[in-house]
T-cell receptor
Framework: GAVVSQHPSWVICKSGTSVKIECRSL??????MFWYRQFPKQSLMLMAT?????????EQGVEKDKFLINHASLTLSTLTVTSAHPEDSSFYIC???????????????FGEGSRLTVL | SQQGEEDPQALSIQEGENATMNCSYK?????LQWYRQNSGRGLVHLIL?????REKHSGRLRVTLDTSKKSSSLLITASRAADTASYFC???????????FGEGTQLTVNP
């Protein structure tokens, strides 16, 4: 299957600082990327959907000014957690899809996730 | 908001036994998918079943879908210790790729 890479895989930061997480599709052009957040022992909650070259669409309750998403190229999307606080500590996972796939399997390709700990 | 509910929340079985996990959802769907997540890792796609399908097999996996009851089940036969993971169902409401995940089932297979 296609490969999606996330970086960093884990990060610890101080409260009030900003953290950037990268999501790269390594072997296909990702026209759409999704960002999820997952708290311990819970499910994945969709935060936002980003399409290459346009503004991200945020889910209800997700602050767009706090979670900045950029999808400037077909292989890279970034999530920046601004002015991070301890309650932002979570596991952030991206997934990628492509309109250029030959077969519409419906399968999404997920990154390995980035664990953020805010002290 | 979460679409699906899964049960059981946790399941512990012995190697060689079968594991059955259930998923219920609320809205109309285009497809339902099952994913696996090892602790602290990303998700791995297991199988997709479309709304016009009732059953699908892939290796030791068998998925059923009952759209009248808005439910699905995932059966893992002849389980192995390596199957220990969390399993999530996810529904696609349209033919696009936006998914809504269920709460997940934590499966433990004891050697």
């Amino acid at each position: 299957g296609a490969v999606v890479s996330q970086h960093p895989s884990w990060v610890i930061c101080k409260s009030g600082t900003s953290v950037k997480i990268e999501c790269r599709s390594l072997d296909f052009q990702a026209t759409t990327m999704f960002w999820y957040r997952q708290f311990p022992k819970q499910s994945l909650m969709l935060m936002a959907t980003s399409n290459e070259g346009s503004k991200a669409t945020y889910e209800q309750g997700v602050e767009k000014d706090k979670f900045l998403i950029n999808h400037a190229s077909l292989t890279l999307s970034t999530l920046t957690v601004t002015s991070a606080h301890p309650e932002d500590s979570s596991f952030y996972i991206c997934s990628a899809d492509s309109l250029f796939r030959a077969a519409d399997t419906g399968e999404l390709f997920f990154g390995e996730g980035s664990r953020l700990t805010v002290l | 908001s979460q679409q699906g509910e899964e049960d059981p929340q946790a399941l512990s079985i012995q190697e060689g036994e079968n594991a059955t996990m259930n998923c219920s959802y609320k809205t109309s769907i285009n497809n339902l998918q099952w994913y696996r997540q090892n602790s602290g890792r990303g998700l791995v796609h297991l199988i997709l079943i479309r709304s016009n399908e009732r059953e699908k097999h892939s290796g030791r996996l068998r998925v059923t879908l009952d759209t009248s009851k808005k439910s699905s089940s995932l059966l893992i036969t002849a389980s192995r210790a390596a199957d220990t993971a969390s399993y999530f169902c996810a529904t696609g409401e349209t033919s696009g790729s936006r998914l809504t995940f269920g709460e997940g089932t934590q499966l433990t297979v004891n050697p």
